[in-house]
Structure formats: C-alpha cells, structure tokens
C-alpha cells in the first residue's frame, strides 16, 4: 500500500464534510415551520457526492484494490463524475467517465477540466444503462481499473452513516433538538439509506424522494422525462432498499426549480434543481407530522451547474405547485462546535 496516496487522501479527508447545518424559516399555509438542510455546495467539487467519492477511494486505497496504476473508470449522471475527477486527480490517477450526452454541458466541461476522460453515450447506445455497461466493460478488460461501483457499493452508504447522519445529529442536539424526520432525493440512494441506517433507530422517519411526473421508485422503471438532474435515473439502484424506509415522497420537477429560484433570490443561497425537491419534501412531511416536526434534508449541490437549463428560466406555476404558498423567511447556520 502506498503512503503517498493515504497521505494524499489525508490531506483530503480534512476538506469533504462537516458542513454546515440550515435552519431555514418559513410559512406555508398560515404555518411556520423550520426545515434543516446540509449545505452540501461547501463541498471541494461543490456537491454531496465528494462524501461518497472519498469514502469509496479511501477504502479502497486501504484493501489494495487502488494503487497508483489504477485508473478510476464510473458510469454517472454528472456531480458523481466531477467528484471522482477532481478527488481522483488530487490523488494522481487517471480518471475516465462515461456519461448520458443530454447532461448539462458545465458538467462535462468540469470533468474534461481536472483532466478526466469524458466519453458521451447517446440515447441509441443505451443512455444511463449503457454508460453503466462501458464501465463494467471496461473494468473486465483492463485489470487497472478500479470500478467504483456507486449504485451498488455500500462505501456510498457509509459515507452518510458515518459522515451526513451523525453531522447532523450532532448540529441539532447542539440546538436541543432530536430529528423526527430526514427526506432526500433518490440517485443512487447512499444518502437516504446511509442517513436511514443513523436515523431511523431513534424513531426519526426517513423518506426517499422522486419526481412526481417520474414516478421510477414507485413503478420501478422510468415513466417520463423530469428535470431534476442527479435523481430518479432508469432503473432503482440496487443500495436502495424502500422496505427499509418510510412513505415516497413526490415532488414535481417544476415545483422544485421554482423553488430552488426561490431560494436563490430570497435567501441568496444559490443550489440546484434536487435542493429545491428535498425542500419541498422535507416541508411536506415537516407537514404530516405535525407540532413539534424537526425534519432535515441535503442540498445536495450548487445552482453553478444549471446555468444553461431551466433553473436559469422563468418557469410557469401550475395549481398543484407549492411554492407560490411558501413564504422564506430567514436561515440560521451552524457547524458542530466540538467544545461544546
Ligand atoms: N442531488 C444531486 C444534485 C445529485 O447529484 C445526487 C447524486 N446523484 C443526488 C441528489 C442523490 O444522492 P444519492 O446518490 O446519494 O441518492
């Protein structure tokens, strides 16, 4: 094993997690509430997915599986790839991803710029299922390449058992609080079910979230087109295990862009299209539940890389939306303060 690369991988562990933790203030329906969110944007690459990155790299570094011949090769929907092109570089190993061509174009560009091998896989030869075929194609030619594996490792799960789950416990006990709920949107399912793992023996419920007009965990496949990036892909991840966790929850892809506009230009917190979904959810359930809800969630990334979609759009509001009724308020933020 080498020690240059665990010493690499110190000097990072040093930069991913612990970020801060949200109280945003709102009214809904004549109500107030307080949502609790992960600022995940404060993240090296600027999303959740550096979590799961380092996890999956450390552990590997320390079970032989990288050295510093590997090259890290991952099927992904955009900030997983930044993340492992960034984290991998950092360590100084090659990186290449494939990815579906109709992500954004920031994505590829951040990728192509720390130096990994982007290679686009049209909807012809098989989109988000056929990127995941040339990773594991390659893997069992090449015996350099290390496969991350995110949809399956369970790495990506620890990474929020350990890391996201008890971040959070620790920032609300600092405020006297106790979780009673955790919602977050489903892409691989690592931080719903690494939270779940932490929450949900302390009676707190834990909810995936999916886009309503791609309604794939409740199905089973995709049904339609949605425009939260990074969520709801073909197919459901084989970490994610819904008989583990509480209700679905449904947020419709044009509800969280309005939202996530929203809390761009009341709150100046600049996140991306899923941020808004989980803080829509995180208020439904907040909701349900009643008097006395303590319900948290991630924003799992910044709005940087939407530039070109819809997010930077006017998007019309339809009856159903929810936002529209939703009156931001103010947030506080805090890290864990380890004195106490
Ligand atoms: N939001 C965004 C923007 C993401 O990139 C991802 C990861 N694909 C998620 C949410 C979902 O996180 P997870 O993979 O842990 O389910």
């Given at each position: 094993m080498s020690d240059e690369l665990r010493a690499r991988?110190?000097?990072?562990?040093?930069?991913?997690?612990?970020?801060?933790?949200?109280?945003?203030?709102?009214?809904?329906?004549?109500?107030?509430?307080?949502?609790?969110?992960?600022?995940?944007?404060?993240?090296?690459?600027?999303?959740?997915?550096?979590?799961?990155?380092?996890?999956?790299?450390?552990?590997?570094?320390?079970s032989g599986a990288i050295d510093e011949e590997s090259t890290i090769v991952e099927a992904t929907s955009?900030?997983?790839?930044?993340?492992?092109?960034?984290l991998g570089r950092a360590l100084g190993l090659a990186v290449r991803i494939y990815m579906p061509d109709w992500m954004s174009r920031e994505r590829k560009?951040?990728?192509?710029?720390?130096?990994?091998?982007?290679?686009?896989i049209t909807k012809d030869e098989g989109g988000f299922l056929g990127s995941i075929r040339r990773a594991r194609e390659d893997g069992a030619s090449d015996p350099h390449v290390f496969l991350p594996s995110q949809f399956e490792n369970p790495a990506n799960a620890r990474a929020h058992s350990q890391g996201t789950g008890p971040e959070i416990l620790r920032q609300l006990e600092d405020q006297g609080l106790r979780p009673t709920g955790f919602v977050a949107g489903v892409g691989t399912g690592g931080t719903v079910m690494g939270v779940a793992e932490v929450f949900r023996p302390m009676g707190a419920t834990v909810h995936p979230l999916e886009p309503s007009n791609s309604p794939t965990l409740r199905t089973g496949h995709r049904v339609g087109a949605h425009r939260i990036q990074g969520i709801s892909d073909e197919f459901i991840p084989e970490l994610l295990r819904l008989d583990e966790l509480d209700s679905i929850v449904d947020v419709d892809d044009g509800d969280a862009i309005l939202m996530a506009q929203k809390l761009s230009s009341v709150l100046g917190l600049g996140l991306g299209i899923s941020s808004g979904a989980n803080f829509l959810g995180a208020l439904q359930v907040a909701r349900e539940q009643g008097e006395g809800a303590v319900v948290a969630t991630v924003f799992a990334d910044s709005n940087k890389k939407y530039l070109s979609t819809d997010l930077f759009r006017e998007e019309s509001i339809q009856s159903d939306h929810i936002t529209p009724d939703v009156e931001l308020l103010s947030f506080s933020a805090r890290r864990h303060d380890p004195r106490g």
């Open positions: 991988c110190r000097a990072l562990k040093a930069l991913v997690g612990n970020t801060p933790l949200l109280g945003i203030r709102c009214t809904w329906g004549g109500r107030a509430y307080t949502i609790h969110a992960k600022l995940e944007t404060l993240n090296p690459t600027g999303s959740v997915k550096d979590r799961m990155a380092l996890q999956i790299l450390e552990e590997a570094i320390e955009g900030n997983t790839g930044i993340a492992f092109a960034s560009q951040l990728m192509a710029s720390f130096g990994a091998d982007v290679v686009d």
